[in-house]
């Protein structure tokens, strides 16, 4: 059999082993970064204390690697409902990230006709999961500005009754955090549970989380990943024990390593560093918003993340293209969101950092700006 027929057999081997939706999907992207200025993943750039990561790695060494990590770990648990102030009346489940998180809840949800509900632009792991899990999926537009459509919501919410509702409060890539009384209106007229996403909730500084163990059909979801621990994959849900219950049945077992429970556990007892970490981001986005309005030509939109959504205002469709690659070349590295969605035309995201990389990337974007010097090597 020649080269070509080997090729050719495995081809169709794999056409009727793999399932056609799949082998018509494109893999997450995550860009290389190495040697660049890493602002596309929203990112905390602080690393711990040097006298912090000496106790963490004596912590570590004397961890039973030879052990299935526990299921249910008591102290990180306990860690987690006194740093993140969850109620007495909620449970927890633990998620290798609230990736995994999100499938557990398509995996217990799915069922002939299953419907899971969101508004788009958002997150783009809401409507993965739900299609891989054979759910049906539908998303809402958003308003131009990137404001919640509450009266479209609702009238979809009556329409298709779905079993799940996702919401990022604040929103990604958008940064907008919608008005609490928006969320508590989805709450009363959702038929199934909603799903609060809060994975930025220490730079928006408001949370359902109080409410995670009152609220009927309220599930809470958080990460450790933008509070400085992305390295560590670990998310959490926070709902009425009858939730969680049903949750962890389909849940994998030991789904979250000893690695990732011991430093967890020990950055959550010093949560005070973690808080001042934000703080300064929250003032750099601050800073950093200003900078980027004052430049010719760029539109930057309200943020409650760590994160900054801008568009380029020109008749360019690729005018954001321009100034992705431009940035590149000047080793400095964000989010090209042009054609993720319609309503993200010619927009780009960008993280907060350190205010050096925040000049740094300030400095890369302006000589690539339609008219720049950088810009116009690109266009030549």
């Not at 018509?24 to 912090?52: I, Q, T």
Request: with cysteine; hydrophobic share 45%.
């Amino acid at each position: 059999m020649s080269q070509d027929d080997r090729c050719a057999s495995l081809a169709a081997r794999v056409a009727a082993v793999v399932r056609e939706d799949v082998r018509g999907m494109v893999a997450y992207p995550v860009a290389d970064s190495e040697g660049f200025v890493k602002l596309d993943l929203m990112e905390n750039p602080f690393s711990l204390p040097e006298d912090l990561r000496t106790e963490l790695a004596r912590r570590m060494s004397a961890l039973a690697v030879n052990r299935y990590p526990a299921p249910r770990p008591a102290r990180l648990l306990s860690a987690i409902r006194r740093a993140m102030q969850v109620p007495d009346s909620a449970q927890l489940l633990l998620g290798n990230g609230s990736d995994e998180l999100i499938s557990i809840i398509a995996w217990a949800c799915a069922r002939p006709g299953a419907r899971v509900l969101s508004v788009a632009p958002s997150f783009v792991m809401y409507e993965a999961s739900a299609r891989l899990a054979g759910m049906d999926f539908t998303a809402v537009p958003l308003r131009a500005d990137f404001s919640l459509d509450l009266e479209a919501l609702l009238a979809a919410i009556r329409e298709h009754a779905p079993q799940v509702i996702y919401l990022a409060y604040p929103n990604n890539p958008t940064g907008t955090l919608y008005p609490r009384a928006d969320l508590e209106s989805v709450l009363q007229a959702a038929p199934g549970i909603v799903v609060v996403d809060e994975a930025y909730q220490p730079f928006a500084l408001d949370s359902f989380m109080s409410a995670a163990g009152r609220i009927d059909n309220l599930v809470v979801m958080r990460t450790v990943s933008k509070s400085g621990m992305a390295g560590a994959r670990l998310g959490y849900l926070a709902a009425k024990p009858e939730w969680i219950e049903q949750f962890d049945k389909v849940r994998p077992p030991f789904n979250v390593n000893v690695f990732t429970q011991c430093y967890a556990e020990f950055v959550l007892e010093h949560q005070d560093v973690l808080d001042r970490q934000a703080a300064v981001l929250r003032t750099g986005r601050t800073e950093l918003a200003h900078a980027l309005a004052a430049l010719p030509g760029v539109s930057v939109f309200p943020s409650a993340g760590n994160f900054l959504l801008f568009r380029i205002e020109s008749s360019d469709p690729n005018a954001a293209q321009r100034v992705f690659e431009g940035l590149k070349q000047q080793k400095v590295l964000i989010k090209n969101l042009s054609r993720a969605h319609p309503l993200l035309a010619n927009c780009l995201r960008v993280t907060v950092s350190f205010p050096e990389e925040n000049a740094a990337f300030l400095a890369a974007l302006t000589a690539s700006l339609p008219g720049g010097p950088r810009a116009a090597l690109i266009e030549s």
